[in-house]
């Protein structure tokens, strides 16, 4: 059924798109056709999503994939998230955002569209961005149908069950995946790439069109929207690296990090061209490039993420997803990008002798914005062929490589975003501009001053520094004067503000941060990074008992604190996860990473050896083959009967040469109902070296595994030990405080931008019957409305 | 041609000589571990770990050890700075970042691979 439903869905996306681009040359009544296509494909993509949901949260584990992601041991948010686990699953939720988004797409146009008399019926926007739309998701349902997750086991191993079988359990989720953020970091990440489909198709409507003066005011607050969903969902990854998977930073320039962040930085670029644009009419060609740019290193990154080319370059993992689905996607990506970039050839003359005003001054704002959205481009351009470099040549490139350069383009960026602030549109007067820069500055020299007094001593971090505070002042004047007036409208400025709290928040937790190995023995106290720590021993996690918190107390001028970091033997993973505990200390984090627990042995490492039959191997100055097995006083019987009660013993021969001499020595081990006893075995009563057998493996290759004890060496008595990394991250609260600023910032310019496009829609309704020509002139008044506004 | 293109151009140009010198520096080379012994460079190095050989944390120095087998066959000794990665026993195939050094690698990062650990497989579901 689910197959079904997806085989429809693409048929009618695909009809959807169809329609909408035969209704482009005038046929209005496929319109209605495109919108019923659309909404049945909208409505079936979602169907599909809810019956693969149902089966998750029923546990039909004779689905390859339910059976792949989730068991019944679950809690019910993880199970749900199990729906995105796999690669079938994620295209799905990304299919499933595209549908939803696309409804509200489509009335989204449908009503700016009433404006527009059929007479002018080119001038319609929803018939080709529809139809794109509708092409894009045609496309992810079509991976889904040829990388379905509706597999049955048996249809995925033939060979290995019968038909109808349905397995017990899941094979489950892992371990790594197991917490909240799990549940919200896909789906926020996936809208924003959702998201960034909607500017990419009005770009290309408007080059197919070869209008451009309605697609910038239509996209500008989807693009903004994009740009913040996509925002926050990188740094909800970020923190999810930094707070559970104990990778010890938010970021670490992997690929998968890099391949969505690009995006996002081309598309905050978009923005500012496009702001340009509206104001001055400039930078038109600069905006359409870069709206289809971003789309396209969305797929781009799909590509990248998803076909396994990275394979040995990242920590993420990447499943092979198939010959068809790498083709597949390869053809999607070349698709568009062929199309978006010919488009803009093709448009190329138009666009380069459309009325643009005079040349701009330097000193004006746009070109600030200009330069600006350059230099954002530069710091994508180099994550991107950083990050793609292993399909370039056989190589990766070292994260200081993205350090190196993108500290120099920040320093850039904050200070274009200040100067650009004290710039007026169009032309500025250059003693004005100059006369405005002396308190900015002053401050900033004031707060340079104090941080090299207090200990910032690298330059270039004290250069990045200095343009932060410069622009977040400037930035927080302006704001703070438009928030007592209109709190909608100091979106950007409060955007940036964020954007540059986030900046001071990287120089301190990355730059200053400090970090120590600590070794805690059990109950006994130690001095690290200022804190006196001591490991109180390890409890297992109520409702988790196979989890442990290893339970630190930390403590500091009286002031205590504890700290339980985890620790837990996975099945799944086939071996230790960590989790690190965090104490948020305001001005810092104190980091806390599990390394290992060393436990006492009964033999060091250095008196243990493993042996094969006739091998012969030097410890402690003599030599020891091993012989054979001496099961003369092994009890086969008993052992068959099962009788556990009864002690056994198992034995070894071994050959010890020492002084030229040697010796021959039977080892054994006794088995008891409480396992396993190692029985001490000397060659002499006066030889200070005791034998024991550990282990033998008697099928496959005959081997054991022996310790040799030299007994005139003290044994260690050392309790168990916790070794942990122990870090301290300044001011990494600004961290996640400039992007919960900065989000809030691109969620008031969006609201404020949906008003605006409201309130010129209410205008446009009651101009409805002016003259024929309204619409040209109905934007020019939304122009003069909006430069009104500001 | 006018200055604000020329400025354009230089500040361009800088940029992709600061670029050029930076990625040369930072650049990592797959690599196995005959190469890597010629080269002294860092690089990357894929293979499997030697399961049967010891592979042990120590405290002291924050220093993982274990062997590794590269692809061609080749046997080296591999000091990690850090502990055992996540998901080390169930990777299919560990790539080491690093140099050799004194005689074994001295890996600044290894990544495990486990694709196929994903994704359950015939044996897997057979046990069910």
Redesign the interface.
């Known amino acids: 059924m689910g197959n079904l439903l997806l085989n429809i869905a693409f048929a009618s996306a695909l009809l959807a798109s169809i329609c909408y681009f035969i209704s482009n040359g005038g046929k209005e009544k496929f319109i209605r056709y495109g919108r019923m296509f659309y909404h049945i494909a909208a409505v079936l993509v979602i169907s599909s999503a809810a019956y693969l949901l149902y089966l998750i949260i029923t546990h039909q ?1 004779q689905l ?1 994939y339910v ?2 992601y989730s068991s019944r041991d679950l809690p019910w948010n993880l199970l749900i998230s199990t729906f995105y686990a ?1 690669q079938e699953g994620s295209f799905h939720l990304w299919a499933f955002l595209t549908a939803v988004l696309g409804v509200f797409l489509l009335s989204y146009l449908a009503n700016r569209d009433i404006e527009i008399k059929s007479s002018n019926y080119k001038e319609k926007y929803e018939p080709l961005v529809m139809g794109l739309y509708s092409l894009i998701l045609s496309f992810l349902a079509f991976i889904l149908v040829i990388k379905s997750p509706y597999l049955m ?1 048996w249809e995925s ?1 033939p ?3 019968a038909v109808g ?1 349905v ?3 899941g ?1 489950g989720l ?1 371990p ?1 995946l197991q917490n909240f953020w799990m549940t919200i970091h896909p789906p926020v990440l996936f809208s924003g790439f959702t998201a960034l489909a909607v500017p990419f198709c009005f770009a290309i409507t408007a080059l197919i069109k070869n209008e451009y003066s309605r697609w910038m005011k239509l996209g500008l607050p989807w693009t903004l929207f994009g740009g913040m969903i996509l925002g926050l969902g990188i740094m909800l990854g970020g923190y999810w690296a930094y707070g559970v ?1 104990g990778w010890g930073g938010y970021w670490g320039w992997d690929p998968v990090e890099n391949s969505s962040f690009v995006p996002w930085i081309v598309v905050v670029a978009a923005i500012h061209t496009m702001v340009s644009e509206e104001r001055t009419g400039k930078f038109k060609k600069t905006s359409l490039i870069l709206c289809i740019t971003a789309y396209l290193l969305v797929l781009y990154s799909t590509f990248l993420t998803r076909s ?1 080319v990275l ?5 993420h ?4 997803p198939g010959q068809e689905v790498y083709l597949f996607l390869i053809v999607f990506l070349s698709l568009f990008g062929g199309g978006g970039i010919g488009l803009v050839l093709f448009r190329l003359k138009s666009l380069r002798t459309a009325p643009s005003e005079q040349q701009s001054q ?1 000193l004006s704002r746009e070109s600030a914005l200009f330069v600006g959205a350059i230099t954002l481009c ?1 710091a994508a351009l ?1 994550i991107a ?2 990050t793609s ?1 292993p399909i370039i ?6 994260p ?2 993205y350090n ?2 993108n500290l ?1 383009l920040a320093i850039l960026i904050a200070s274009i975003n200040g100067f650009s602030m004290l710039l007026k549109w169009r032309y500025s007067e250059e003693k004005q501009f100059l006369k405005s820069l002396y308190i900015p500055l002053g401050f900033t020299a004031l707060i340079t001053i104090v941080l090299v007094i207090i200990g910032v001593r690298d330059f270039i971090i004290a250069l990045l520094a200095a343009a932060a505070f410069f622009a977040l002042f400037i930035n927080l004047e302006i704001a703070y004067r438009i928030f007592t007036k209109d709190k909608v409208k100091a979106g950007p400025y409060i955007a940036h503000m964020g954007l540059m709290i986030l900046f001071l928040g990287i120089i301190g937790s990355a730059r200053y941060s400090e970090e120590v ?1 600590v ?1 805690l023995p059990l109950n006994e106290t130690k001095h690290a990074l200022g804190y006196n720590m001591t490991y109180k021993g390890a409890t297992p996690i109520k409702g988790d008992e196979e989890k442990f918190h290893f339970n630190v107390i930390v403590e500091k001028e009286g002031r205590g604190f504890l700290l339980q970091p985890v620790m837990y033997y996975s099945e ?7 989790n690190p505990d965090i104490a948020n200390l305001v001005v810092k984090d104190l980091y806390l990473s599990p ?2 627990l ?1 436990t006492p042995q009964d033999f060091s ?1 250095s008196d243990m050896l493993s042996l094969k039959k006739g091998e012969e191997k030097e410890i402690h100055g003599m030599k020891v083959k091993f012989v054979n097995f001496d099961m003369s006083k092994f009890d086969r019987e008993a052992m068959q009967e099962g009788k556990d009660n009864k002690d056994n013993i198992m034995g070894a021969e071994i050959e010890v040469t020492m002084d030229g001499k040697t010796q021959k020595v039977i080892i054994e081990q006794k088995i008891t109902s409480a396992g396993a006893e190692n029985i001490p075995s000397k060659i002499s009563d006066n030889d200070k070296h005791t034998f024991y057998l550990l282990n033998m493996s008697v099928s496959g290759e005959s081997a054991v595994e022996i310790a040799v004890v030299n007994d005139s060496i003290p044994k260690s008595d050392a309790p168990e ?1 916790l ?1 942990l ?1 122990a870090s301290i991250k300044p001011f990494i609260n600004l961290v996640w405080g400039g992007t919960i600023i900065m989000v809030l910032g691109f969620f008031a310019s969006l609201l404020r931008r949906y008003r605006l496009i409201k309130s010129g829609h209410r205008k446009a309704e009651r101009n409805t019957d002016s003259s024929s020509g309204h619409s040209k002139n109905g934007s020019r008044k939304k122009k003069s409305h909006l430069q009104e506004q500001d | 041609m006018n200055k ?1 293109t020329l400025i354009g151009i230089v500040i361009i140009a800088i ?1 992709l000589a ?2 050029f010198f ?2 040369m ?6 690599a196995n571990f005959k190469k890597a012994t010629e080269t002294h460079k ?1 690089c ?1 190095v ?1 293979g499997s770990w030697v399961r049967e050989k ?1 592979s ?2 120590d ?2 120095t ?1 220093q993982f050890t274990f062997y590794m087998k590269d692809e061609n066959g080749v046997e080296m000794k591999v000091i990690l700075d ?3 990665p ?5 990777a299919e195939n560990v ?1 080491a ?1 690093g140099k050799i050094k004194d005689g074994h690698f001295h890996a600044k990062e290894v ?1 495990t ?3 196929s650990k ?9 046990r ?1």
């Open positions: 584990f390859t059976w792949n796999g086991v191993f060979n290995d069950v079988f397995p017990e359990d094979r892992n790594l998977l396994g394979g040995d370059a990242s920590v993992s990447f499943v092979d330097l530069a180099v062929v950083g470099w040549a056989k190589g990766t490139v070292e200081e490589f190196r350069m120099p190995n070794s799944y993973s086939e071996g230790v996860m960590k390394m290992a060393e490492s030990t070794v990394t | 604000k940029f600061v670029g930076a990625f520096d930072n650049k990592v080379e797959y860092t990357q894929k010891e042990k944390f405290a002291q924050n850090g502990a055992k996540n998901n080390f026993e169930m790539v970042k990544l691979k486990c694709p994903y994704e359950g497989t015939g044996e897997d579901i057979k069910n």
